[in-house]
């Protein structure tokens, strides 16, 4: 049982450049979280969905898409790269019985 | 009022000793209080969860205590080992949302020495 996977797990960008962030889970889990996580800051949430074909803004969005065609996949869209998005992002799933979220492993960006 | 806020921001213990970490929450809609931990280089996994109904819950080393009134709870960790150094962070959440969104705290991250 794989849980939630994210892909690349460590990235260099360029300011101005694109790039996407793969998270898939395979626990049929409807809901879905990108967070993002800085040094002393706790984690940041970035957008949700409850399902598929449905997104929503979280606390910090901006500079940031996502879309959720499949129950299975997440994925976070960053256009036009910037040094404040420098950050570990971490993708989870909600087991909607417990409440409880499963993370991936987290995908290290750095922007210069 | 979405704020979740923890201290200290960092711990440091010997082995054996019960380190304590402490949450405040302003929104009384909150009902849902996890606590996750983190080792490095990995995502956060679920310790130990919390509901208002009651004042404390046990698992293994881990308790939660909880105070309602003062909307404020905390982590305690009896016979901490060295293995249980890791960043350490409260949330918070409306359960009866359709979201499940959490507010994490800060994180706390706690060394113990052997």
């Known amino acids: 049982n794989a849980g939630v996977t994210q892909t690349p797990k460590f990235r260099i960008l360029k300011i101005g450049q694109s790039m996407t962030l793969q998270c898939t889970q395979d626990?049929?889990?409807?809901?879905m979280y990108w967070y993002r996580q800085d040094p002393g800051m706790g984690l940041k949430l970035i957008y949700y969905?409850?399902?598929?074909?449905?997104?929503d803004k979280g606390e910090v969005p901006n500079g940031y898409n996502v879309s959720r065609s499949t129950t299975e996949d997440f994925p976070l869209r960053l256009e036009l790269a910037a040094p404040s998005q420098t950050s570990v992002y971490f993708c989870?799933?909600?087991?909607?019985?417990?409440?409880?979220?499963?993370f991936g492993e987290g995908s290290r960006l750095t922007v210069l | 009022q979405q704020q979740v806020k923890q201290s200290p921001q960092s711990l440091i213990v010997q082995k054996g000793g019960i380190p304590i970490i402490n949450c405040a929450y302003e929104?009384?809609?909150?009902?849902?209080f996890p606590w996750y931990q983190q080792f490095p280089g990995k995502g956060p996994a679920l310790l130990i969860a919390?509901?208002?109904?009651?004042s404390e819950k046990k698992e293994g080393r881990f308790t939660i205590s909880f105070n309602k009134s003062a909307k404020q709870f905390s982590l305690h960790i009896m016979d901490s080992q060295p293995g249980d150094s890791a960043t350490y962070f409260c949330?918070?959440?409306?359960?009866?949302?359709?979201?499940?969104?959490?507010?994490f705290g800060q994180g706390t991250t706690l060394q113990v020495k052997p």
């Open positions: 919390i509901r208002p109904d009651v």
């Open positions: 949330a918070a959440s409306m359960g009866s949302s359709n979201t499940g969104k959490l507010i």
């Open positions: 969905s409850v399902g598929a074909g449905i997104t």
């Open positions: 929104n009384t809609a909150f009902d849902y």
């Open positions: 626990m049929n889990h409807n809901y």
């Open positions: 989870a799933s909600r087991d909607s019985n417990t409440g409880e979220l499963f």
